[in-house]
């Protein structure tokens, strides 16, 4: 099993930014691949970035490209999303979630991929 917990969230003016942690336990946590979705309210949750388990591979959604930064310190257990430039629109519940792969270099872009996911915390954006 693995629990995850996220932080960081807040609210912020537009042009501003936050950085997301998520603090994972679990034996298996440095085993897994990491991702971080939003779901704004009335829309489904859609994914924002991905880490692979040795953390050499990253994937973004397009709309964050350029703007947000995944990293992970797999010593500390954590995953951070690193959020510049924000804007009204990033405004959502984020989560990470956590998936155990079969390769170092596996990722995953689809939420149903995943296994585990935190509770999400709260991002609002102000324009």
């Known amino acids: 099993q693995v629990q995850l917990v996220e932080s960081g969230g807040g609210l912020v003016q537009a042009g501003g930014s936050l950085r997301l942690s998520c603090a994972g336990s679990g034996r298996t946590f440095s085993n897994c691949a990491m991702g971080w979705f939003r779901q704004a309210p009335g829309k489904e949750r859609d994914f924002v970035a991905a880490i692979s388990r040795g953390g050499r591979r990253t994937s973004y959604a397009d709309s964050v490209k350029g703007r947000f930064t995944v990293s992970r310190d797999s010593a500390k257990n954590a995953v951070y999303l690193q959020m510049n430039s924000l804007k009204p629109e990033d405004t959502a519940v984020y989560y990470c979630?956590?998936?155990?792969?079969?390769?170092?270099?596996?990722?995953?872009?689809?939420?149903?991929?995943?296994?585990?996911w935190g509770q999400g915390t709260q991002v609002t954006v102000s324009s």
């Open positions: 979630a956590a998936v155990s792969p079969p390769y170092d270099s596996s990722l995953y872009v689809r939420s149903n991929d995943y296994q585990y």
